[in-house]
């Protein structure tokens, strides 16, 4: 069962009980106001229908509000903004999601796990993970970052482009738009391509253009997604065979 948060149940439960407590007003008033102005006629009986009634609903409204004080709670602190999560049960081996930082809480056994935290390799943004994370994903730019658990155990995932073992394709990567052809492409195509600045800034000239030919689909990707970060825009395309 998936655990609640504590304030959603008792929110849940005091909204139950306002509506009884609102029909039992309702009732109650209706029920008394014919009882004083035509309490002699044929109005009598529905009178003390309605007055019951909201004594009935005034008692439920109540018992459904005690319960509020039932509803166990236990709280978990974020360990990447500390804020207290309220749960109504101790979770066991379910993460949950932190109501200020919406980061996922690693949970095992009850206990928060520590969070270790890792800059993305494309975007430089800040990304949290723990022992439970298999796969990390850039909160960011979607790239996946590659974590390494503790030494001496298997890395317990490859990287994407590894996964793709039916790809064995040549791609040529093509740069289509050099975005404002600033410092930061300038840099980037020179450590990509190995050439001087130059070189790099005669091959802007000609964009779209191709820069490299014959590399591998997780390759092109990664260069893609570099120039990407820089307001570059790089394709990967298929050299057809
Ligand atoms: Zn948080
Ligand atoms: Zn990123």
Redesign the pocket.
């Known amino acids: 069962m998936r655990i609640q948060r504590y304030s959603d149940v008792i929110e849940k439960i005091s909204e139950k009980a306002f509506y009884f407590f609102v029909g039992a007003v309702f009732s109650g008033a209706f029920g008394a106001l014919l009882l004083r102005y035509r309490g002699d006629g044929m109005f009598l009986g529905l009178a003390w229908v309605l007055i019951l009634a909201a004594i009935g609903m005034l008692a439920y409204g109540l018992f459904v509000a005690f319960t509020t004080t039932k509803v166990t709670s236990f709280s978990i602190e974020c360990p990447i903004c500390t804020e207290v999560n309220e749960l109504t049960e101790k979770p066991e081996d379910d993460d949950i999601t932190c109501v200020a930082c919406n980061h996922r809480i690693p949970i095992r056994d009850g206990q928060v796990l520590p969070v270790m935290q890792v800059r993305?390799?494309?975007?430089?943004?800040l990304?949290y993970y723990s022992d439970k994370t298999d796969l990390l994903i850039?909160?960011?730019?979607?790239?996946e970052?590659p974590i390494h658990q503790e030494e001496g155990k298997p890395v317990k995932h490859l990287p994407k482009g590894f996964a793709v073992v039916d790809d064995n394709m040549l791609y040529e990567l093509v740069l289509l738009d050099a975005g404002k052809g600033g410092e930061d492409v300038v840099k980037t195509l020179q450590s990509m391509l190995a050439l001087n600045r130059n070189q790099v800034k005669d091959l802007l000239e000609e964009v779209p253009v191709t820069l490299l030919q014959g590399i591998t689909r997780m390759k092109a990707d990664m260069l893609t997604a570099q120039l990407t970060v820089h307001g570059a825009k790089a394709e990967a395309r298929q050299i057809d065979q």
């Open positions: 993305c390799g494309f975007c430089n943004s990304n850039c909160e960011t730019c979607n790239h970052i």
